[in-house]
């Protein structure tokens, strides 16, 4: 995830940097969560609307400081000269499977499936996995504030995960390594 700060805060390199009462919009609880736990002196209020429309809200409107959003979708767009600050993994756990792209097809379509291998990654279809049995053993979806971190370092998988209370007070954590 990244962070889109007002022209009048673009000196800002630190969500703690900015002045108590700031409003951050974003549409996620699980942003909203996490950061309401870690910046308590921030504000978040709701934003809607495809890429476009939430940067010319963020521009234009006056009620957003700054916009919280899917790092993945700006670089798809090639804005990255918007962002002031990406978010690491002590600020905010991304959601399952996010940035992730995916092809489908049918089972046993031997044809398609062979002209998809090519763009196969394994450590992504790993992470995926990883990060979607994560949400399935909490019973989780797009409604329930979770987040996670996954990597791969050599043929080792690391996996961060939390769930949290809406307003980010409770937290359950946990961390594993290996497949």
């Not at 889109?4 to 409003?23: E, I, N, T």
């Not at 990060?131 to 370092?153: H, N």
Request: aromatic share 6%.
């Amino acid at each position: 995830d990244c962070v889109v700060l007002h022209s009048k805060h673009r000196a800002v390199v630190r969500l703690s940097s900015l002045p108590a009462g700031s409003v951050l919009g974003t549409s996620s609880l699980r942003r909203i969560a996490q950061l309401s736990r870690n910046y308590p002196h921030l504000q978040f209020e709701n934003i809607r609307g495809n890429l476009h429309t939430r940067l010319r809200k963020l521009d234009e409107d006056g009620k957003y400081d700054g916009i919280v959003l899917a790092a993945a979708g700006i670089e798809r767009l090639g804005w990255e000269g918007r962002v002031n600050m990406y978010l690491d993994k002590h600020d905010m756990l991304y959601a399952v499977s996010q940035g992730a792209m995916a092809v489908e097809c049918r089972e046993n379509d031997v044809a398609t499936a062979a002209l998809l291998a090519p763009i196969h990654d394994r450590d992504t279809a790993l992470r995926v996995t990883a990060e979607r049995t994560f949400m399935k053993a909490l019973d989780g979806g797009c409604s329930v504030p979770i987040g996670t971190w996954s990597t791969m370092e050599g043929n080792t998988l690391h996996l961060s995960g939390a769930a949290f209370s809406v307003d980010g007070s409770e937290m359950l954590y946990s961390e594993r390594v290996g497949i």
